[in-house]
């Protein structure tokens, strides 16, 4: 079915190349054939038109970015037809000379035929702010743009066409890593207020679109959400992230703050302009662990490094005021960061210490079944030990590997071997152990 709608698609296309062909002199926006988008949903490729609500002029020029991978050989068959029709002059050749490539000019041709104003119109559709640019939907290929030939991006291949999403690996170009987790809400144990906090985050998700698009808010209000989590490491604000990923189902990618910041002067600011770049318009989140290092406090210019530090925060505050997606940054505190960002969140959500009732059920809820407890009392654990979500479980996975090693069958824990394992989380962070 999906492969009889594709084809039904490239028809159009055809009969469109034919029309201009035949018709060098008439207007693309009245006398072409007529496409109707609602025809043509039920499969990949015509809903994402449908949903995107491209237009006709924009549809041509996503088909034609298209031939080469899905119908090389229409342009050739047009061509047997028509051998002297001065369409072709504007297409490009493969390396043997046998199959037409679709360029910018072929597009410029078809939608303004031989008015010179719709030719210079129809390059409004290559611009960065068009729907098309933006979806980064087309790859050029040549220096000079106007006889660069067009095809379709990877990325946007696997979405529309094959109903994936390729998402990209960390790199020098993309510093920032896939977060993901088999874990659910009820595994982060949080305090009420704060986990309702956070599922409001979700709660935006959810009805941005409405707000913004169908309420019309998008006049009114900067586009995305901006949340800032802050508290000591190990509290939950990593899994966190990845929760929200993961129930509204979204990639979250950790950003590499060390491989964002650099000592040369502008370089930090370019490796933040590729990141958010290639992120936006493709719906991710974006979670800055150890947030400080971009986003700080700005300081007094003492010399230009100084002056240069400033700019990169002027320029990130840009940035994350016109990011359409959804940014979290993680710090352990928020008096590290600069009061312009905070201004700017629209929710700060305290990660605390978990208190005693909570330190008990990580305790519960985490343990393995198969651990036998010899003479442990986890209420008095955890009302001994202040330990972090993030300690308790590293105190788990010790203990447990311990237990597994003395190949016992009964796999029994006993007190001592808890509370060395304690001890070791106690000593990491300089605390006194008792």
Known sequence: MESEQLHKLFIHLEQVITWRINNSFQSFASDAPGFDGSNYKGFQLGNYISEKKLCHQEVIILLMALLPRLEPLLLKRIYLEFPHASFFDFCSLNDNGRLFRPTIQAVQHILGGENITERLKALDYFDPESVLMKEELIVFSGSNQESSQISIHQEAFNKIILGSELLPKMSNDFPAELLQTHRSWTDLILPEPTLREIQDIESWYNSSRILMEEWGMQKKLKPGFRVLFYGEPGTGKTLAASLLGKYIQRPVFRVDVSMLVSKYIGETEKQLAKLFDKAENKNWILFFDEADAVFGKRTNVRDAHDKYANQEVSYLLQRIETFSGLIILASNFKNNMD???????????????????????????????????????????????????????????????KVISLQEPDYKLSLEMLLESIKKEYIKEDKIFA
């Open 339 to 401: 009061k312009a960002f905070t201004r700017r969140f629209h929710s700060c959500i305290k990660f605390g210490n978990p208190k005693y009732e909570e330190r008990l059920r990580i305790w519960q809820q985490n343990l393995p079944e198969q651990l036998q407890l010899e003479g442990i009392s986890l209420e008095q654990i955890a009302n001994r030990y202040e330990l972090t979500g993030s300690n308790i479980m590293n105190v788990i996975q010790d203990v447990s590997l």
